[in-house]
């Protein structure tokens, strides 16, 4: 049986990307807002193009954010791609300080001096286990204003861009990715096959 | 490191692919679907959808086009251009795959709605496309609704230097299509230096790409009609930019999917 897998639908994304590189591992996908629709999927994908607050806000008029803070708590994979990843954190100071999801540590800032992070960079594991390892010093596509600072045991894969940053970040079951393996080709594909699989099975 | 850009372009006009020279003439290619799968076959760093004329017939974006490409399933980031009226717009052309958008007409007509597109959007998704040429050693701004040219207004350039768009993609207009015909002192004198740029217009050298890419606000180079003219362009290209910092020349990963993994 496919594993079964709801994008998160808040209309703040690229979500037609994110279902296609998914249905083509073979996953079952589902792209939705209801609960109901949302409970039944193994794992949830929450991803995102655009600015803090106002994908904050549309979480909280569809009632997504007491419901994303649930299923972590109980242990059903969550991962956030790109601004859903930032989603995930305590908050950001993108157009003044909003609250996240807080359900990780740490918090969204700009990068130094009006800079900006895109196109295609490398990524270093600080775990070199499955499934991080096999894509270590890999390239993928970063599209990003602002980046996280978190806490380090948080941390599972550093960037160099200017300086060091995190590019991803695990707790628990709940799994962050700065950069968009839906668009990173046969490396991005690699990645969310072996992660998944790895969330969905431990 | 972050890696330097190859930016394949399909500029689409009437519905079809078309090679575009000068921003006046225009020979047909094929069907965009197909010039678009080739490029994400091929490997390219980022696909530029260029449809030339949404803005001058009013027609707003070629959503049924976002469809069909949404469609394919690319793994190649995709950015679109052509007909970006609003902040709705850009959101839902971003829904519908689009990773980035090339703003032009919105520039010479309402930087409010730029604004919003940012504010909603973030700053990493606008790129600014500005046609651009030199006339007695003064950096122009060409307008191709009107087939006019003006000089960079202190406007745009402090427009510029806030920080709402990402990245200018600086086209020779004069040279686009034409080969070798990019005029590398279109970056040099271009005022703004902290605006990451992607050239673009008549690069068909590597060692003109060479040139470009080694200079520190040159974050990509942009080929449209090149890319069509020899099998295997991408890589090839690829592979003589050898010792600057771009990906691969092919997009095969030394890593196998997960053997035995239960899906």
């Known amino acids: 049986?496919?594993?079964?897998?709801?994008?998160?639908?808040?209309?703040?994304?690229?979500?037609?990307?994110?279902?296609?590189?998914?249905?083509?591992?073979?996953f079952r996908v589902k792209l939705t807002a209801s609960a109901n629709e949302l409970d039944e999927a193994q794992l949830l994908v929450l991803p995102g193009v655009g600015a803090f607050p106002a994908a904050m806000e549309v979480l909280h008029q569809k009632g997504l954010v007491s419901y994303l803070k649930e299923s972590a708590r109980y242990g059903r994979p969550?991962?956030?791609?790109?601004?859903?990843?930032?989603?995930?954190?305590?908050?950001?100071?993108?157009?003044?300080?909003?609250?996240?999801?807080?359900?990780?540590p740490g918090e969204v800032v700009p990068f130094d001096g009006q800079s900006v992070h895109i196109g295609w960079n490398s990524l270093e594991f600080t775990r070199q286990t499955a499934p991080w390892a096999a894509s270590d010093g890999e390239a993928f596509y970063f599209n990003h204003s602002y980046h996280l600072s978190a806490p380090e045991e948080y941390r599972v894969a550093v960037t160099r861009h200017r300086s060091e940053f995190t590019s991803a970040l695990q707790r628990g079951k709940v799994v962050g990715l700065q950069f968009h393996p839906e668009k990173s080709q046969a490396a991005g594909k690699t990645l969310l096959k072996n992660l998944i699989s790895e969330l969905t099975h431990a | 490191m972050l890696k330097k850009r190859l930016v394949g372009v399909v500029t689409i006009k009437n519905g079809w692919a078309v090679q575009s020279f000068g921003y006046q003439r225009y020979l047909p290619l094929g069907k965009p679907l197909c010039v678009i799968e080739n490029?994400?076959?091929?490997?390219?760093?980022?696909?530029?959808?260029q449809v030339i004329d949404r803005s001058i017939d009013g027609q707003g974006p070629d959503f049924d086009l976002l469809e069909r490409i949404g469609?394919?399933?690319?793994?190649?980031?995709?950015?679109?251009?052509?007909?970006?009226?609003?902040?709705?717009?850009?959101?839902?052309?971003?829904?519908?795959?689009?990773?980035?958008?090339?703003?032009?007409?919105?520039?010479?007509q309402n930087l409010i709605e730029v604004d919003r597109l940012a504010n909603k959007l973030g700053a990493q998704a606008l790129i600014a496309s500005l046609p651009m040429s030199l006339n007695d050693g003064n950096l122009t701004w060409h307008d191709y609704?009107?087939?006019?040219?003006?000089?960079?207004?202190?406007?745009?350039?402090?427009?510029?230097?806030?920080?709402?768009?990402?990245?200018?993609?600086?086209?020779?207009?004069?040279?686009?299509?034409?080969?070798?015909?990019f005029?590398?002192?279109l970056v040099d004198e271009f005022p703004v230096k902290n605006t990451p740029l992607i050239a673009f217009g008549g690069l068909s050298n590597a060692d003109q790409m060479r040139e470009l890419l080694a200079k520190t606000n040159v974050t990509a180079v942009a080929v449209g009609n090149f890319l069509n003219y020899r099998e295997h362009a991408v890589q090839k290209y690829k592979s003589a930019l050898n010792g600057l910092p771009v990906r691969l020349p092919t997009f095969s990963t030394v890593n196998t999917l997960m053997a035995g993994a239960d899906v």
Do not use: F
């Not at chain 1, 049986?1 to 073979?26: E, F, K, T």
């Not at chain 1, 601004?83 to 990780?104: F, N, P, R, V, W």
């Not at chain 2, 490029?39 to 959808?49: A, S």
């Open chain 2, 39 to 49: 490029l994400d076959r091929w490997g390219v760093d980022e696909i530029l959808v």
């Open chain 2, 183 to 185: 005029t590398n002192d």
């Open chain 2, 145 to 181: 609704r009107s087939n006019s040219d003006k000089v960079v207004s202190t406007e745009l350039e402090q427009y510029l230097r806030s920080g709402v768009l990402s990245e200018a993609l600086l086209v020779d207009w004069r040279g686009e299509g034409l080969a070798s015909r």
């Open chain 2, 71 to 108: 469609k394919q399933g690319l793994e190649t980031p995709l950015i679109y251009g052509g007909g970006i009226r609003t902040e709705s717009d850009g959101v839902r052309l971003v829904q519908m795959g689009a990773d980035r958008l090339l703003i032009d007409t919105l520039l010479h």
């Open chain 1, 1 to 26: 049986m496919p594993i079964s897998i709801a994008i998160v639908d808040y209309g703040m994304g690229n979500q037609a990307s994110v279902v296609h590189a998914l249905r083509s591992l073979g």
């Open chain 1, 78 to 104: 969550l991962i956030g791609i790109c601004l859903g990843m930032q989603l995930l954190m305590s908050g950001s100071h993108e157009h003044g300080y909003t609250e996240g999801l807080d359900l990780i």
